[in-house]
């Protein structure tokens, strides 16, 4: 199962999860809990980098950068608002042509690009001179947790590290603790207290050092994606037990790898998990015996009602244990 869903874990059982899945606590989270970027206008940049796995190695890649950032695996995590207009300005310093696509959003405008399969697409540049920008525009109509990512070879785009969660807040979300709308859609059933997210992903060591190589002699990117066989496997771009250290500045010999995975609740505190598969591969996410109770997926709410639930809510969610 490819999962893109959102789950309530269960009250006391949560706290047990949380301490099964990442040993060792560090820092709280921020009020958000989710480390993103907000607003309605952002500037990306494709770029490459070397990405650190916990056993010691060095993974070059490419990933989104948030404006002159690093390249980061994920890419930005973007904070959106329903029904908010919002644009992103995509701007490439890799050797081939790069886009976004953005899964689950509808009436998405591209402009000032080279045409492509599935989207207008950046051309090639460099550090020095980067090809673009290329401005894409929409606005998201339906509150949930989604994907954006490369939709220009998106086989081995996605692979190489072009990818990264979208969150779309319900129009009249409030952070504020214990706020009856700090909720995930418009319904009460997905009112939450804290919220975590997972995107999932994994990679083929031998398919970014070919990658590699061809970059740096010059030659063009060529890989047979028939052979691939991960290697590695991720939670927010880390392989464990990175997942546990503080995110951001606070692990700053990870400067690719900005997001951790680390989840600390209290016993009856109601909590959102956002899950996102982000590769190819399956990830089955055991809750190690405690319930939750899955609310979403493909972005929508498990409503027979339709996306805002109406007066069911999520009726049709289901749980897991």
């Given at each position: 199962m490819n999962y893109r869903n959102a789950i309530h874990g269960g009250l006391a059982a949560s706290a047990f999860l949380l301490a099964a899945l990442t040993g060792t606590l560090q820092a709280a989270h921020t009020v958000h809990d989710i480390d993103g970027v907000e607003g309605s206008a952002f500037t990306l940049t494709a770029r490459a980098g070397h990405l650190s796995t916990a056993d010691g190695n060095s993974v070059y890649f490419w990933g989104y950068a948030n404006g002159t950032g690093p390249a980061q695996y994920p890419g930005p995590t973007l904070v959106l608002t329903e029904d908010v207009e919002v644009t992103v300005t995509l701007y490439n310093e890799l050797p081939v042509p790069v886009s976004i696509i953005f899964p689950g959003q509808t009436g998405v405008t591209a402009s000032s690009g080279d045409p492509g399969v599935l989207t207008l697409e950046v051309p090639p540049g460099t550090a020095q001179?980067?090809?673009?920008?290329?401005f894409y525009s929409f606005t998201p109509t339906e509150p949930g947790t989604y994907l954006y990512e490369s939709g220009t070879q998106s086989d081995l785009q996605t692979e190489?590290?072009?990818v990264g969660a979208l969150i779309v807040r319900p129009a009249d979300f409030d952070p504020t603790p214990d706020s009856v709308n700090r909720k995930a859609y418009a319904h009460a059933d997905s009112g939450y207290e804290h919220e975590f997210l997972f995107l999932l992903s994994e990679m083929d060591e031998l398919i970014h050092d070919q990658v590699e190589v061809q970059v740096r002699d010059g030659l063009p990117v060529q890989v047979d994606l028939t052979k691939r066989w991960p290697v590695y496997w991720f939670i927010n771009g880390r392989t464990g037990p990175d997942t546990v250290l503080?995110?951001?500045a606070g692990s700053p010999w990870?400067?690719?790898q900005?997001?951790?995975a680390l989840v600390k609740i209290h016993a009856t505190d109601r909590t959102l998990m956002r899950v996102i598969g982000g590769g190819r591969d399956s990830h089955p996410f055991h809750h190690h015996g405690n319930h939750a109770t899955v609310i979403a997926r493909d972005g929508r709410l498990l409503s027979s009602a339709g996306p805002t639930g109406g007066t069911v809510?999520?009726?049709l969610a289901y749980q897991v244990f």
């Open positions: 001179l980067p090809g673009g920008p290329v190489m590290g072009l503080d995110p951001g990870l400067p690719h900005p997001y951790d809510g999520a009726d």
